[in-house]
């Protein structure tokens, strides 16, 4: 069964690095690409970046300069870095798998 | 970026009843290889986002054929036939052809 799951701290504050995990089961991150997607209280979705299978990345260009995306195969695990947090980067961050199968999502406040 | 113009923001409709949804996009979504990459999401209260249907018209795993998919080049329509009560929630359409992926704004659905 394929499963998505986002950790994380779910406060963060102003002007500090978000970090959150991905951690995947059910398939290889070898075989399959992984995205980011958040998106703020009551709005819509916002793409962030990907972790290609072959362990390449490519980014939002809004975000580009904020964000690194990162992994490791022997954990399963997708890692996203996101510095310089502002108020409006609350969110709900999902990953997901070519969007057909999506994280439960990890609420982030970004709050003093 | 792809704008992808989803209309209307809104729908109130009783069980039972029809409804369609239309996603336009400001460039063509075919892919070189001549598959279009749109799909349809729905996102109920609370939940993770799920995919409905993928490349146009293909229903995702576990989905009722009420739910249909249509369009081609610029123009998309999802339709649930018979609208059941579980169908409540957002609707966004995806586009994964170009990069940045990017999402309709949403269609609320909701149930009279």
């Known amino acids: 069964e394929v499963q998505l799951k986002e950790s994380g701290p779910g406060l963060v504050q102003p002007s500090q690095t978000l970090s959150l995990t991905c951690t995947v089961s059910?398939?290889?991150?070898?075989?399959?690409?992984v995205h980011w997607v958040r998106q703020p209280p009551g709005k819509g979705l916002e793409w962030m970046g990907v972790m290609w299978s072959g362990g390449s990345t490519a980014y939002n260009s809004a975000l580009k300069s904020r964000l690194s995306i990162s992994r490791d195969t022997s954990k399963s695990q997708v890692f996203l870095k996101m510095n310089s947090l502002q108020t409006e980067d609350t969110a709900i961050y999902y990953c997901t798998r070519v969007l057909g199968f999506w994280g439960q999502g990890v609420m982030v406040t970004v709050s003093s | 970026d792809v704008v992808m113009t989803q209309t209307p923001p809104s729908l109130s409709v009783a069980i039972g009843q029809s409804v369609s949804i239309s996603c336009k996009s400001s460039?063509?979504?075919?892919?070189?290889?001549?598959?279009?990459?749109l799909h349809w999401l729905l996102q109920s209260p609370g939940r993770s986002p799920k995919r409905l249907i993928y490349q146009v018209s293909n229903l995702g795993s576990g989905v009722p054929d009420r739910f249909s998919g249509t369009g081609s080049q610029k123009d998309f329509t999802l339709k649930i036939s018979r609208v059941e009560a579980e169908d409540l929630g957002v609707y966004y359409c995806?586009?994964?052809?170009?990069?940045?992926?990017?999402f309709g704004s949403g269609t609320k659905l909701e149930i009279k």
């Open positions: 460039q063509s979504l075919v892919y070189s290889d001549g598959k279009t990459y």
């Open positions: 995806a586009q994964t052809t170009h990069f940045p992926l990017t």
């Open positions: 059910g398939f290889s991150l070898t075989d399959y690409s």
